[in-house]
């Protein structure tokens, strides 16, 4: 049940658009299209944003998009906001009841 | 609107145990599965436990000998009990509803866990 990889920090400026990974194995990620992708501020809770790999819960706005290829998930955020910096996590089911997260990304937005 | 709300944090000396509780409403609690994640201070998240609707089970295997989560359907309540606490155990614990597709979908504000030494 190791942590799934995501890189620690991202960056971009005002209306571009970045994208997250996060690697897994074939024991959670690979072999399964339940990966969930979250958002976090400082001091709140975790939010839903990306779920089944590529979909929105209502009311996520469409700039938020997610993929998936072999072992590795993708998070995209096109047209950044200032309000998009956050922390941003990864989550797998893992098998028999369990799920793994990655370590997260902070988003920094210039 | 669906809530979750966790409740039994505080400070215990290592070595303890401490039982947290998960109220839920908004929904059907008894056809839900319940979640519980933490959070260390400056770090991320880190998933430990999960109870189906049938009471079947789940846990990391940071965690798993050390916790028993269980479930009060007529309390609409999820509960976690962890054992033989250590300083790495301070954390805030969030419970979390299991959503579509083995995503988590409602969370609570979580509730601090200090383990002092």
């Known amino acids: 049940q190791s942590a799934l990889t995501q890189p620690a920090s991202v960056s971009g400026s005002p209306g571009q658009s970045i994208t997250i990974s996060c690697t897994g194995t074939?024991?959670?990620?690979?072999?399964?299209?339940?990966v969930s992708w979250y958002q976090q501020h400082p001091g709140k809770a975790p939010k839903l944003i990306i779920y089944?790999?590529?979909e929105r819960p209502s009311g996520v706005s469409d700039r938020f998009s997610g993929s998936k290829s072999g072992n590795t998930a993708s998070l995209t955020i096109s047209g950044l906001q200032t309000g998009d910096e956050a922390a941003y996590y990864c989550c797998s089911y893992g098998g028999r009841n369990t799920r793994v997260f990655g370590g997260g990304t902070k988003l920094t937005v210039l | 609107q669906v809530q979750m709300m966790e409740s039994g944090g505080g400070v215990v000396q290592s070595g303890g145990s401490l039982k947290l509780s998960c109220v839920a409403s908004g929904f059907i609690f008894s056809v839900s599965g319940i979640h519980w994640v933490r959070q260390s201070p400056g770090k991320g998240l880190e998933w430990l436990s999960f109870?189906?609707?049938?009471?079947?089970?789940g846990y990391a295997e940071s965690v798993n000998g050390r916790c028993t989560v269980s479930r009060d359907d007529s309390k609409s309540t999820v509960f976690l009990e962890i054992h033989s606490l250590r300083p790495e155990d301070t954390a805030v614990y969030f419970c979390?509803?299991?959503?579509?597709?083995?995503?988590?979908?409602?969370w609570g504000q979580g509730t601090l866990v200090i383990v002092s030494s």
């Open positions: 074939s024991g959670n990620i690979g072999n399964y299209r339940l």
């Open positions: 109870i189906r609707h049938d009471g079947d089970d």
């Open positions: 979390a509803r299991d959503g579509k597709s083995s995503s988590l979908d409602y």
């Open positions: 089944e790999v590529t």
